[in-house]
Nanobody
Framework: QVELVESGGGSVQPGESLRLSCTAPANIFRDAIMGWYRQYPGKERELVAD???????TYDDSVLTRFTISRDSAKNMVILQMRDLEPRDTAVYFCNARLVQLSGITNYWGQGTQVTVSS
């Protein structure tokens, strides 16, 4: 059982910031595309941002100017720094580790953390 351990999240007011972090086992983190997804009630999970081992980043357009994803190889950690949060950012956020191998693609997920933005 691969475990991704998330921390961060919580309730903030519009315009405030939050930091989400997620650690993965070293053997997974080393080769995985690390990312954050979010899920609204009754909806599918959607990509917020991900970062490849090369450092290449992908962002959803809605967070491009406000969120920053990074990875810390020394700690096997992926970090999502969220600024200028808006009510539409309210969702459950999931850490993801995606391994792309010759045998196929394997996704690992964290347990999810609630982010609530409300005045």
């Amino acid at each position: 059982q691969v475990e991704l351990v998330e921390s961060g999240g919580g309730s903030v007011q519009p315009g405030e910031s939050l930091r989400l972090s997620c650690t993965a086992p070293a053997n997974i983190f080393r080769d995985a595309i690390m990312g954050w997804y979010r899920q609204y009630p009754g909806k599918e999970r959607e990509l917020v941002a991900d970062i490849r081992t090369t450092g290449t980043k992908t962002y959803d357009d809605s967070v491009l100017t406000r969120f920053t994803i990074s990875r810390d190889s020394a700690k096997n950690m992926v970090i999502l720094q969220m600024r200028d949060l808006e009510p539409r950012d309210t969702a459950v956020y999931f850490c993801n580790a995606r391994l792309v191998q010759l045998s196929g693609i394997t996704n690992y997920w964290g347990q999810g953390t609630q982010v609530t933005v409300s005045s």
